[in-house]
């Protein structure tokens, strides 16, 4: 979906339209009072108090009838500059208004819009006139705390959108339809894939059966590739001391992101927020020969990281996370080639999850935010420089995004554009000199003497919490054969003449390795077919007399209404090969 935000035109449109909706408000609210109406990603939003009316979707009709009447009328929009003086005077029944007046630097401009009787403190710009306003449409109400604490009195929130076309709004309108449809935290919760419980605590998701299955899967299918290309996979603790991270240097860079220390007797103890200090240590453990390298060590890892309470979100953003994580430790004269096999791991993976909308993006430092980055103005350089020289000869088009790298050096973030406009990072490549030399790792060259390996830190699936996210709101939650939760769905016509032999065909299938449930529930056929439908099992078998008589199976693909009459043998065949192959 378009982020208006980023879109000259529309953003200009949306905070016009969030003044026609301020405006509408106070013909039929009086007394209201305004805190901020900015453009956001989705459209705009206004925050107002309405003392003790809470607004109902009656009301945000009744906003809108207004809004279309002043749009109609099409009165022109004014900009004024006024001084400080001036604008407390005339926003003074406005204790919002004067709080942000008071905001205004000295001698920064102050400027208000007009629109026939309505007059608003803002900055601008805005379109020519309301009439420009007027193919918007209100989506909805919700609390939003003045200035965002929880100390302060609770304002209403009215978001909306708006389009220079009908058809456009339609479109939109039409694609947010979708991305709700999509929304992962729905379709976990009518597929049981995965649960939170305030008991539990936010960001806490539990995975239930249905929804395991799938990243069993996913972490097989990862590590099968892994292997395949030389990776140790390891386990590692999920708490160490904070002495860990005072010599990786997290400790410094990354604890307001971590949880609190535990103080058991002598020792202070935290949940690990990554995996990095600890594959450090394992490389570590021995010594190594320049013919070693690289080594590559990997760990599907549980890692914990503190996230506030109201930025946790589904899978997607949570506070434990499991990391499809590896170290890669290797020589200077490696890097080129060991990026070059990480890229072509990632491509090989889209291909497989037809993942096709994505940018390289190289993510550098600020060089001005000496607090968020390691201080080190050669090591970055040189990071830097050598990753961006790698990605160059490799071929790879990609953008630079500076303040986006990790604390201990720049990386190749491949960003998705996720199937509701997310625009989310999912794997990651990331170059470090920095590491090797706080926990002194060491090679011996090829002349005898100790030499230092660099790290490569890489995440292909990133979370599988994360991915497991995408890959819902991607499908629909219509998982390939491969990761279907229940790959087949065996249905009798009848219990009583045909249970027998879907029970010999749902025991065949099961010991030949698929996924099957039996729905033999003494419920109509339809009815067992609807639900198998909402459950988006792939295949359903239907077994009646012919079934049973020619010992074969009719079965219906998810999607199709025609069924197929095969032999079982032969079905079989087929699913094997739709695994095999992943489609």
């Not at 979707?57 to 099409?74: H, S, T, V, Y």
């Not at 879907?502 to 449930?517: H, I, N, P, S």
């Amino acid at each position: 979906m378009i982020d208006i935000k980023e879109d000259e035109r529309l953003s200009k449109l949306n905070h016009s339209c969030a003044h026609l909706l301020a405006q509408a408000v106070k013909h039929l609210y009086p007394k209201a009072k305004f805190w901020v109406g900015p453009v956001i990603s989705e459209g705009f939003y206004y925050d107002v108090d309405l003392g003790d009316h809470t607004l109902t979707d009656d009301d945000l009709e009744k906003i809108a009838k207004e809004m279309k009447k002043l749009a109609k009328d099409g009165k022109r929009i004014y900009r004024v500059e006024i001084s400080r003086e001036e604008a407390l005077e005339k926003f003074k029944d406005d204790p919002y208004k004067i709080d942000l007046i008071n905001e205004i630097p000295d001698g920064e401009v102050i400027s208000c819009y007009t629109q026939g009787d309505f007059t608003d403190l803002c900055r601008g710009p805005h379109v020519d006139s309301v009439k420009e306003c007027k193919n918007f449409k209100l989506l909805k109400v919700s609390g939003a705390y003045y200035k965002g604490d929880s100390k302060n009195k609770m304002l209403q929130r009215i978001y909306g959108v708006c389009f220079d076309s009908k058809e456009d709004l339609d479109n939109y309108l039409a694609a947010l339809e979708d991305a709700k449809e999509r929304d992962h935290r729905k379709i976990g919760k009518e597929l049981e894939l995965f649960m939170g419980h305030e008991l539990v605590g936010p960001g806490l998701q539990m995975w239930l059966a249905n929804g395991a299955t799938v990243r069993y899967e996913l972490e097989k299918y990862i590590k099968e590739k892994e292997v395949k290309l030389g990776y140790e996979h390891v386990y590692t603790p999920y708490l160490a001391s904070t002495e860990l991270y005072k010599v990786s240097g997290h400790w410094d860079h990354y604890k307001d992101d971590m949880f609190p220390p535990m103080k058991i007797d002598n020792e202070e103890l935290v949940l690990r927020p990554m995996n990095c200090p600890h594959h450090m240590l394992i490389y570590k453990s021995k010594l190594h020969s320049y013919r070693d390298l690289p080594i590559r060590i990997g760990e599907l890892a549980p890692d914990f990281r503190y996230e506030a309470s109201g930025a946790v979100c589904g899978l997607e953003r949570v506070r434990q996370m499991c990391q499809n994580d590896a170290h890669l430790f290797v020589r200077p004269d490696q890097i080129k080639d060991e990026v070059s096999k990480v890229v072509n791991l990632i491509l090989d993976v889209y291909k497989d999850f037809n993942i096709t909308d994505y940018a390289f993006r190289l993510s550098l430092r600020d060089k001005n935010n000496t607090e968020k980055y390691f201080d080190d103005d050669d090591m970055w350089e040189k990071a830097e420089s050598e990753l961006r020289r790698v990605l160059t000869e490799l071929g790879i088009d990609f953008y630079e995004a500076p303040g986006e790298a990790a604390f201990y050096g720049p990386k190749l973030d491949v960003q998705i554009k996720s199937a509701i406009g997310h625009d989310v990072t999912l794997s990651t490549c990331q170059l470090d000199f920095l590491l090797p030399e706080r926990f002194d790792l060491t090679y011996v060259d090829e002349n005898g003497k100790k030499a230092r390996p660099v790290v490569i830190h890489r995440a292909i699936l990133g979370t599988f919490d994360r991915f497991m996210a995408f890959l819902i709101e991607e499908t629909k939650g219509v998982f390939p054969l491969w990761l279907a939760p229940v790959q087949v769905k065996v249905i009798p016509v009848n219990n009583e003449y045909h249970l027998d032999y879907a029970k010999e065909v749902t025991d065949q299938l099961k010991d030949a390795g698929f996924r099957v449930e039996l729905d033999a529930r003494d419920e109509k056929l339809g009815y067992r077919l609807r639900e198998a439908t909402l459950k988006k099992v792939p295949y359903v078998l239907i077994l009646g007399d012919k079934e049973m008589a020619d010992k074969t199976i009719s079965y219906r693909l998810f999607g199709h209404k025609e069924t197929e009459t095969v032999s079982l043998d032969d079905f079989d065949k087929m699913l094997l090969k739709q695994i095999k192959e992943r489609r």
